[in-house]
């Protein structure tokens, strides 16, 4: 059983940055694509970001690409999320998912585990 525990969100005014940063821990970290998800307020949650197992691959949703960064350090078991160019749209619980990811890791249901969710909120 996998655990995934995000931490990072909070307050940032429009135009700046943030890293988001899931620690994962039961399980070996490496045989998993990882992926981050958002969910705002009366909204689906929707796929933001993935990694491959070994970094090779990532792959962005349309509305963060060239603005979304993630990364993994398979070393301390945790994948990130480089915030830039925040928008208000950006608002939402930023949701990490661990999984044995057949496909291209954008659809919620290839993930096994999902961490609580961290808060974000950017301002105008």
């Known amino acids: 059983q996998v655990q995934l525990v995000e931490s990072g969100g909070g307050l940032v005014q429009a135009g700046g940055s943030l890293r988001l940063s899931c620690a994962a821990s039961?399980?070996?970290?490496?045989?998993?694509?990882m992926g981050w998800f958002r969910q705002a307020p009366a909204k689906e949650r929707e796929f933001v970001a993935v990694i491959s197992r070994r970094s090779e691959v990532t792959y962005y949703a349309d509305s963060v690409k060239g603005r979304f960064t993630i990364s993994r350090d398979n070393t301390k078991n945790t994948v990130y999320l480089q915030m830039n160019s925040l928008k208000p749209d950006d608002t939402a619980v930023y949701y990490c998912?661990?999984?044995?990811?057949?496909?291209?890791?954008?659809?919620?249901?290839?993930?096994?585990?999902w961490g609580q969710g961290t808060q974000f909120t950017v301002s105008s």
């Open positions: 998912a661990a999984g044995k990811v057949v496909g291209t890791g954008t659809i919620r249901s290839s993930y096994d585990y």
């Open positions: 039961g399980g070996t970290f490496t045989i998993y694509t």
